[in-house]
């Protein structure tokens, strides 16, 4: 026996199913990979382009710049002169959990040359393709907090509103990944199904629109999880709308149900996703 | 401490065969009710232990579950019956790289790569330099990897693999990779890595790394644990499976010649081609020093003269190593009833390997009058030091003489490497 210190780790398998202690001492030793390769997917993911990092910020900026301009041209919104500022707050949520979710949903088969060598939680993939966007959200969260300076509003208080702004995503996003990961493994269409949702969702979701201004259908956009997160940015800068609370309310409900249905998932999948890769 | 490194008690696996791939979209459509399926296991009922320091071969033909086994002890899937438990880090040697990212350098890729495996970072940072060296990468160690030859992506993926110190290190047919150079250096760590007290579960096709490397072998066949002991034996019946397997799926072959085969002129049927050793024993393993003999029974279904037996010894990459016949000595006629009883006595000095020998038997002729038989599949077990085909038996004498000049110095000592008789 290796006189290491440390208590030699014994797998024992006596079934598919993955208790949900077992699953979560596993998830729980595997905290340090989660973190060295979502570091490794960020730095793979700019290292190429000339510019590096700049682009995990610029990209949401021009995003939000070209919205900013169109709309103010061609729809008439009633909003304040602080528009752009709004506009990037929304871009800034939704490009964390649109790439987030792509990514992650395709996160375990797109690795099936390391998981049908090794085990870890299966978990780790969509886990750390998610956490992987965090150093991207941010920045983009510290240029936020920039801009609206440069419109007037210096940062105060509001501002730490940021924080849990950026954890409810964090959350959100990675349920719905851990979800989707694991229905791609054995549905292989849930990947466009996602990529065609997404673009719908962004219209559904009140990025370059305030609520108030859709009239009755509002209530509805309240309960679309992504809505909670985005109003907790505008909060913590431009102000939110008079119903934010609803919202987070839905996205921490959705989130609980998204954990509910992905602990089931990888339950009873951890160990035999490698079987349908 | 005397718990066994690996316990697999009645493990079986079965998979669900999908005929098309499920989507989602055509489920909630109702599309078809019911995707077509059905399921085999690939694993059943193995049980077997592996103690501790112990290197364990695994043996057999495509398709007989070796690469489920395995992933069942490197804990990917779960059996779906029965129990498998693994003490200890486990590391698998499986497609070495796995993991590498062809934007991260060498140094960034070890990283990484060493935490999958389930070391701390505190760890690699002490085996960093071994890796380094072992990987013969000094210089290259700060270049992205996509930068790399084939053969240095796979030196760097198995040193940091193999200095790990796994507690059990999982070898799949990955022996075949990198120069004969490296994979010695790799067969010593894995000889350095059991000493010190790891367990090492070897896969492979490659009878001869198996015969050095596992002390006890286990033979799968068509997912059903068939040997557990004796590698030799093991090595033997592999080989006689693999045989096995060839005649079930020549066996709907019908008299009719194929393409390209010369027309036959039917007068006799093959009965009896057997393999047995120097006491008589059926085998599949063959000494390269003992007499085997190759016994041969054809039953004439018509008159035949002379007719001539033909032998033949091919190698793995289908190479005749070997043919002789007993030409136009035999002049004996032969009516319909008779039997032809031939034995082939001889020693296979032949390099390690695995060789298909084969039998015809032809009219005066020249024209085959039996349909063909399978091949008898044997494992020649020479002598490790021989490389290529045949073993010539050299006797290699290796002297040294004093360099010191104007002295008579004492007699030259002889280091007689190996001499053969």
Redesign the interface.
Known sequence: ??TTGRS???????????PVRVLARDVWRSR??LA??AR?EF??RY??ASFGLVWAIGIPLVQALVLAVVLRHFVKFQTPASYPVFVFSGVSAWNFFSTGISTATSSIVD?R????????PRSVFPSMTVLSGLYGLALTAVLLVILNAAYGTPPGIDTLILIPAIALNLVLTLTAGLVLAA?QV?????KF?VQAGLIAWFYLTPVFYPLHSVGSISAWLRANPVTGVVELFRLATVGADPGWIVAVWWSLAWSAALFVVATVLYRRFD??F??LL | MNQPAIQVLGAGKRYVKYDDTPMLVSRIARLRSHTSRSSFWAVRDATFDVARGEVLGIVGSNGSGKSTLLRMLAGVTAPTEGRVSVMGRIAPLIAVGVGFHPELTGRENVYVNGTVLGLTRRQIDDRFDEMVEFAELKSFIDTPVKFYSSGMFVRLGFAVSVVSDPDVLIVDEVLSVGDIAFQLKCIDRMAEIQKSGATIVVVSHNMGAIRNLCSRTVVLHNGVLRHDGNTEEAISLYHELLSEDRELDEQPGSPTPLAGERAIDLRAHIEKFELVDHLGQPTRHVDAEKEVTFLIDARLIAPADGPIVFFSVTNSSGFRVYGDSTGWRNSTSYRGGDVLHAAIRLKMRLAPGTYSCDVLIVTSDGVPMTPRVPSILVYAAGRNTVTGVADLQAAIEVERHSPIRGEISDAPRHETTRVFP
Do not use: C
């Open positions: 026996m290796t030699t780790p014994i797998l024992v398998l006596d079934g598919e199913i993955t340090d990979l060295v390769l490794k730095f793979v290292r190429r690795n040359d390391i998981s049908t060598k090794i085990y870890f229905l054995y549905f292989r269409d849930v199904l160990r035999s490698a079987d």
